[in-house]
């Protein structure tokens, strides 16, 4: 497979503890300086040292006590579980607002898409399933730590064997689409993506406005990616927004096309803004549901535009057993179509969940970072027919805690288990690491440098949500000028462009806050 470009279109484009818990980015090397990791896989319902779930009102990470923030739960829950998550696409969308003079609005920002946009140091797992690291760091505050449990699936080898892919793009072709950044860029992505797919892969082409039609039946690409091209090359805007009809005629279209043994996936390129025709991702959801729960079929979508509906794609993304992207330029084209290629494709993990315990005797309080709408209850954790969350190869997953311990404690501080299925037989695995008192570094700020990335990107989250009373600051929050400094320094020791960018969009904010 040659090297990826982008081709121009010939035609334009935060719980008390009782006395007594994208896709996206790929790791580079590996500090386990701080954590450990327990390897073993369970068979459905095994324990292996990690304790059952305790009976309880689903999580419950959401209550409300004495006058606490409302992200605080009472007692005597010491668990958190959620669902995987690979979405970036909030912190793609809030960099372009910065950009362009404006902060995002709080309600767009979710934390954990903003620290999974950065790549980690995790230890990855030499087949298929999941290597489990957790470490942490002293803020200084009043007890409280930061934790981080990483996730990272193997490796992903865009020369290697994978199935072929088979997949269907819906194309948004509505009026608004015209302005420039989006159709003209969903049509660069598009033909930067055919370039890159193999010739045993198929593609078909869907396209919307106040109706949906199929421009390109399921074609395979060898010897017909000109054929594609051609009808990428085609698309214009046209009129109003049926996103609802797009993506039923997408999913008739996959079907239609499925190929068995392959990777069957529908990919929504759109700015969301739908204004026609069913626009609850519910109901959408549901007419399409046979597709995906008897196929298989996921759903990637591709956000553009200035003007961007974030919470119906953030929804039907993750409702719809897939994630979320945001590309604004030619450079988050090439990074999500070409670099992250084989995550958006092939699939290591369905109905991934993770559950976090936190020990009684060390732990006073904790609150998970984001994951808001990716909640569980503790006792669904091993039942497999609660959804997920799917991933990719290639993949890290990053869940940060804001932890206060007891004072004068030390000893087992958490142990966090991740519970997957293979996406072929849909057998259960498990896998755990754990974290002791004594290996919390001692401050946030002498960490390894991918976790002060993590922190530094929390913390920009956490400043972007101010206002928002429903989230309790983050301890130890520095200033936006700190993080801008520190931003900076950890751009240099890290050498990574992505790093450069937060430091530039973190000074952009600051500038707005005068």
């Not at 121009?8 to 590996?30: E, H, I, M, Q, S």
């Not at 966090?416 to 008192?437: F, I």
């Not at 430091?503 to 806050?513: F, K, N, P, V």
Request: a negative charge.
């Amino acid at each position: 497979m040659g090297t990826c470009r982008t081709r121009r279109p010939r035609g334009a484009l935060l719980v008390l503890v009782a006395t007594g818990l994208l896709l996206t980015g790929c790791g580079a090397g590996n500090d386990r300086s701080m954590g450990s990791s327990d390897r073993s896989n369970h068979s459905n319902g095994a324990n292996g040292g990690f304790p059952a779930p305790a009976p309880s009102s689903g999580g419950g990470e959401q209550g409300q006590d004495d006058g606490e923030a409302r992200d605080i739960a009472p007692a005597p829950d010491y668990l958190s579980t959620f669902a995987l998550d690979v979405d970036t696409a909030s912190y793609g969308y809030a960099r372009r607002s910065l950009a362009e003079g404006r902060r995002p609005d709080p309600s767009t920002v979710r934390p954990e898409e903003f620290v999974n946009s950065f790549r980690q140091d995790y230890e990855r797992p030499d087949g298929n399933g999941f290597s489990v690291t957790v470490d942490g760091a002293r803020t200084g505050e009043d007890g409280w730590s930061l934790v981080r449990v990483g996730l990272a699936t193997r490796a992903a080898d865009p020369d290697g064997e994978r199935p072929p892919a088979a997949l269907t793009f819906v194309i948004d072709v509505s009026g608004s689409m015209e302005e420039p950044g989006r159709l003209d860029l969903a049509q660069e992505s598009l033909g930067a993506m055919t370039d890159q797919l193999r010739d045993d892969d198929s593609v078909a082409l869907v396209t919307f406005s106040d109706e949906a039609r199929t421009v390109l039946p399921m074609t395979r690409l060898g010897g017909h990616r000109d054929r594609v091209h051609r009808a990428v090359d085609r698309l214009r805007a046209q009129e109003s927004t049926n996103l609802g009809a797009g993506l039923r005629t997408g999913y008739a279209t996959a079907v239609e096309g499925l190929r068995k043994g392959a990777t069957n996936r529908v990919v929504l390129i759109s700015d969301a803004l739908a204004n026609n025709g069913d626009t609850d991702p519910d109901s959408i959801l549901e007419r399409i549901s046979t597709a995906r729960r008897e196929h298989g079929i996921t759903l990637f979508g591709v956000g553009v535009g200035s003007e961007y509906g974030d919470a119906l794609m953030e929804s039907l993304a993750d409702k719809g057993d897939g994630h979320t992207v945001y590309v604004s330029n030619e450079d988050d084209a090439r990074k999500v179509f070409c670099d992250q290629l084989p995550q958006n494709i092939d699939l290591t993990a369905r109905d991934a969940k993770a559950q976090v315990a936190f020990d009684p005797r060390t732990v006073a309080a904790f609150r998970l970072v984001g994951y808001d709408d990716r909640r569980v209850a503790d006792d669904d954790f091993r039942d497999d027919r609660v959804d997920g969350g799917e991933v990719g190869p290639g993949h890290t997953v990053t869940a940060l805690y804001a932890v206060r311990l007891k004072h004068g404690t030390g000893g087992h501080l958490a142990t966090a288990t991740v519970r997957w299925l293979d996406p072929a037989t849909r057998a259960p695995h498990e896998e755990s690491g754990q974290l002791e008192t004594d290996s919390l570094a001692r401050s946030v700020w002498s960490a390894s440098p991918r976790f002060q990335v993590t922190a530094t990107a929390a913390y920009f989250a956490d400043a972007l949500r101010k206002g928002d009373d429903r989230w309790s600051p983050l301890p130890g929050a520095p200033s936006l000028g700190e993080l801008r400094r520190r931003s900076a320094r950890l751009a240099s020791a890290t050498e990574d462009a992505d790093v450069r960018q937060l430091g530039e969009s973190i000074a952009a904010a600051a500038r707005l806050d005068g």
